[in-house]
């Protein structure tokens, strides 16, 4: 069943990692007028979001006062899996708007969310993404996917030898 939410500015957002490295599950979560969404959603995805938020906000007029980032509340259920992200400046609310949709099932129009942030919760979302990723297992500097101790199948090398850690 698709559920489609718009959250235009939201009070709590948060990205977290449950697990060991090499087998967390990310998610992102965010609340609007109390009612609580969490998705799953691929680090590589988190690394993509991070690089482009920090590039808006490079690019907008500097943040306020940054706080601490959120935790994610638990418990948690996660409502579905992210697909794809797109990310857009509403320059008339000066706010940074996230449309998150899920991986398209087969019958199905796929679920979105739609979550409204300032320029503060933005960055303090970009810091919090940028910390789990240094946490976890290092990038492939071809591909950006993580390594393994014995290294992986780098999309990039076309079969051949793939980087290691």
């Known amino acids: 069943m698709s559920i489609s939410k718009d959250f235009p500015s939201v009070d709590h957002v948060a990205i977290g ?13 965010a609340r609007y007028l109390g009612e609580l969404v969490t998705l799953k959603i691929e680090k590589a995805q988190v690394a993509a979001l991070v690089r482009h938020l920090g590039e808006m906000i490079q690019e907008l007029s500097r943040p306020g006062h940054l706080d601490e980032p959120s935790s994610v509340l638990v ?9 794809s992200i797109a990310i857009s400046y509403i320059e008339n609310l000066d706010q940074i708007n996230l449309h998150l949709e899920e991986i398209p099932g087969e019958d199905a129009e796929p679920s979105s969310l739609q979550i409204g942030l300032s320029k503060e919760q933005s960055a303090e979302l970009a810091i919090q993404g940028a910390r789990l990723i ?32």
């Open 75 to 83: 418990p948690y259920e996660i409502a579905w899996s992210v697909g």
């Open 134 to 165: 240094a946490a976890g297992r290092p990038l492939c500097p071809l591909c950006g996917y993580p390594l393994d101790p014995d290294g992986h199948a780098c999309p990039r090398t076309n079969g051949h030898k793939a980087p290691a850690v």
């Open 17 to 29: 990692a449950f697990g060991e490295p090499g087998k967390r599950v990310f998610v992102i979560q």
